[in-house]
């Protein structure tokens, strides 16, 4: 069975920076697009960045694009969420999510596997 586990959230000041990674197995890493889907309280869930199977291709939210960047190592199947200027509209559960697919997908609808979620608080 596929898992995908989270680290890094945490609490954080507004204007700070957090690192999430991902940890994949029982998957194919190379061959799945991977991306972080946050979800705040009373909201659905939106992606916010994904990376293609190479890593060569990204897409960003509009709300984070110039803030945030994803990364992936594919050696040690592992993808990462680099997090800068954090503001408090960015507190949310941050999941990691895989598809197997050969474009990039952007609706958290697309995704098939995902992990338990880390939770990121961004204070005023």
Do not use: H
């Amino acid at each position: 069975q596929v898992q995908l586990v989270e680290s890094g959230g945490g609490l954080v000041q507004a204007g700070g920076s957090l690192r999430l990674s991902c940890a994949a197995s029982r998957l194919t890493f190379s061959r799945y697009v991977m991306g972080w889907v946050r979800q705040a309280p009373g909201k659905e869930r939106d992606v916010v960045s994904a990376i293609s199977w190479s890593g060569g291709r990204t897409w960003y939210a509009d709300s984070v694009k110039g803030r945030f960047t994803i990364s992936r190592d594919n050696a040690k199947n592992t993808v990462y969420l680099q997090m800068n200027s954090l503001n408090p509209e960015d507190t949310a559960l941050y999941y990691c999510a895989g598809v197997n697919s050969p474009v990039v997908r952007t609706r958290a609808d697309d995704y098939d596997y995902w992990g338990q979620g880390t939770q990121v608080t961004v204070s005023s």
